[in-house]
């Protein structure tokens, strides 16, 4: 049986090859954590090979995710599809080893990283997912919901802002099973952090709640062992393990060095490393030893296997909960959703109320949340003022583990990154408001949730430039017109409450991306409306107001508050003998992505 170090020896060989036949990419971190990572996969992670969507696996998030060949190597040798192929392929366009991971891609990466601190944020949110979901399914003598979130993370991750936010609230809300390694090695591409970086991070992490685990030798098997099994047994705390590393390690003249951080070794120092770490193969060579020490299939189909045996053991005992279970992590309506949705858009119309859609918005999560235990709403701080809330939310707290809403505090970055990760998670379809004008904080955020094609609903109050006595810093001018152009996200802009009850419906519906759903602070009217125009609002845009005939003058076309000021206009211009129809554009690319004949009956080419 090989040795802890010549399994890791596997990863930093592994990761050096593919980075040199790329040509490029970060072989440091792979070869410094390497020691790390074979403990903790070997030794402690729950997962299973043969199927990477089993629901109680452990989570393993690569936040430093420059130093993607360290999980691309874990995979490969764990026994994921991921074949010694596919590494060669490293960094190639359409290849299952991108160079940053990318969830989709590789089976086993859970979430694309590489904006430094963003995964650690995206464990959070999967380590609040399971806590969430064990207190929601889990009854006594069935816990069929337990499991880890463990993140890698560099000094980068540490700097970024984002992972101060993240910290934050991870103590705040006790998730005990989330365990982050810290990959202390001093060094960024800039050369050595002392210059950068001299905060006492232990001291920093204690002080947001967490239990800190000093000084661990991150290429010192045993520590690391032991360090883990004391993270595991600090349930009420997140865990930080403090890893020492040398950056490139087994690299005689690189190793410690930012030379190494983000450049190929080379063929000469290559070899010189084989022959340091006593690594006798060939490039992309792994002994059958090494792989059968690897090998994870057959103790993942034992681990799964005996939590199916439990799941059947729930199911007997608790059948609806079972049912409701598997509906929700395979990401399935109720099977009466349909109905429930248009009952609620008809008492919506009928009651033809004049409110602002911020309003609006919150009677329709008030409509559709009994039907969706699924839903876990929140704010950045703005409750009162996005009106996320509704009469059934249940606010989650350190010591409340079953509820259905977050205060996320003054947070928007974090809060849209840990929506990311309870989407990733499974189980749910989260939701979290702030002002239009603070996406700008969230930005990236919103677009890993285009990227990663996630059900995640990003709701956004006090739209337009209406917002007068704040003043320009809290008027959103350019917010809307940008959020359209990410690819993948759709942004529903509505203009009364019947339009806001369909955007969250077709934001719910969408399960191949995002949504940004915008609302007013304002009151705005109700638009009188026939069955078959509200059936229409679906496709992102129909006509509001005709001309009864069959080619108007001109179209108005408007989108949210500016509706009521379009209608109008055309008023003004029909007296005045124009034929004008007035079209309501909620959502642009749902729009743009309807058939010709669609987008022709509503905005003809010969109407200019």
């Known amino acids: 049986m090989p040795s802890r170090k010549e399994l890791a020896n596997a990863i930093r060989a592994l990761s050096m090859d593919a980075v040199q036949k790329a040509k490029s ?3 440091g971190a792979p070869m410094g954590m390497a020691d790390i990572a074979e403990v903790l996969w070997n030794s402690h992670m729950k997962h299973n090979p043969n199927n990477p969507k089993w629901y109680d696996r452990d989570r393993f998030v690569l936040s430093n995710g420059h130093g993607s060949m360290l999980v691309y190597s874990l995979l490969h040798l764990a026994g994921y599809d991921l074949s010694i192929d596919d590494l060669k392929s490293f960094r190639q366009l359409h290849s299952k080893t991108p160079g940053h991971p990318e969830y989709g891609y590789a089976p086993g990466v859970e979430t694309t990283t590489g904006p430094l601190g963003q995964g650690i944020t995206n464990g959070v949110g999967m380590a609040l997912a399971e806590r969430t979901l064990a207190g929601q399914f889990n009854r006594d003598g069935h816990h069929i919901v337990d499991h880890y979130t463990y993140v890698f993370l560099g000094d980068g991750c540490m700097m970024e802002g984002i992972s101060h936010e993240a910290a934050a609230i991870a103590g705040t809300w006790g998730l005990g099973k989330l365990v982050a390694f810290w990959d202390d090695n001093g060094i960024s591409i800039d050369g050595h952090t002392d210059g950068w970086f001299k905060d006492d991070t232990p001291k920093r992490f204690e002080a947001y709640g967490w239990h800190v685990i000093r000084d661990v030798d991150g290429h010192d098997a045993e520590a690391v062992d032991r360090a883990i099994h004391e993270a595991k047994s600090v349930n009420d705390k997140p865990t930080l ?15 410690g060095s930012h030379d190494c951080h983000g450049a190929p070794l080379g063929d000469d120092e290559i070899k010189a490393t084989r022959e340091n770490l006593g690594w006798k193969y060939g490039p992309f ?8 020490g690897w090998d994870a299939k057959a103790k993942g189909d034992s681990a799964e296997a005996a939590w199916n045996a439990k799941f059947e053991a729930y199911k007997a005992a608790h059948p609806e909960l079972a049912a409701e279970f598997e509906r929700r992590m395979n990401g399935e309506l109720p099977a009466n959703w349909a ?8 008492q919506v119309n009928d009651k033809a109320e004049s409110i602002a859609s911020r309003k609006a918005s919150q009677n329709s999560i008030a409509g559709y949340a009994p039907a969706l235990p699924e839903f876990l709403g929140g704010s950045a701080d703005l409750t009162p003022s996005n009106l996320t809330n509704w009469p059934g939310a249940v606010s989650i707290t350190n010591t409340v583990t079953d509820g259905n809403y977050m205060s996320y505090g003054v947070r928007e970055f974090g809060m849209s990154h840990v929506m990311n990760g309870l989407t990733l998670h499974g189980g749910f379809i989260p939701f979290g408001g702030t002002f239009l004008m603070f996406s700008e904080y969230a ?7 285009a990227l990663m094609k996630q059900r995640t609903l990003f709701v956004y109050t006090h739209d337009s430039i209406g917002l007068g006595e704040d003043g320009p810093t809290h008027q959103p001018v350019e917010q809307i017109a940008t959020l359209r152009l990410i690819p993948n996200m759709t942004l529903w802009r509505p203009c009364d409450a019947v339009e806001t009850a369909v955007a969250w419906r077709a934001a719910i519906e969408k399960d191949d991306g995002p949504t940004c759903l915008i609302f007013s602070r304002q009151g705005l009217p109700h638009q009188t409306r026939s069955d078959e125009q509200i059936a229409n ?39 005045k003998g124009k034929k004008i129809r007035v079209v309501s554009m909620p959502a642009v690319d749902v729009f743009e992505a309807q058939d010709a004949v669609y987008r022709e009956s509503v905005l003809p080419s010969n109407v200019m």
């Open 285 to 292: 060579e792994i002994p059958e030893d090494i792989y059968a």
């Open 25 to 27: 990419g970060h072989p």
């Open 339 to 346: 109905q429930i949705a248009d009952d609620f858009i008809k």
């Open 443 to 449: 930005r990236n955020a919103l677009r890993m949730a």
């Open 537 to 575: 609002i679906r496709k992102g845009a129909y006509v509001l107001k005709d001309c009864g005939c069959d080619e108007p003058d001109a179209i108005i076309l408007a989108t949210g508050s500016e509706i009521g000021l379009a209608v109008d206009a055309a008023d003004v211009l029909t007296a």
């Open 241 to 255: 393990i403090c890893c020492k590393t040398v950056i490139g390690y087994g690299s005689p003249n690189l190793c």
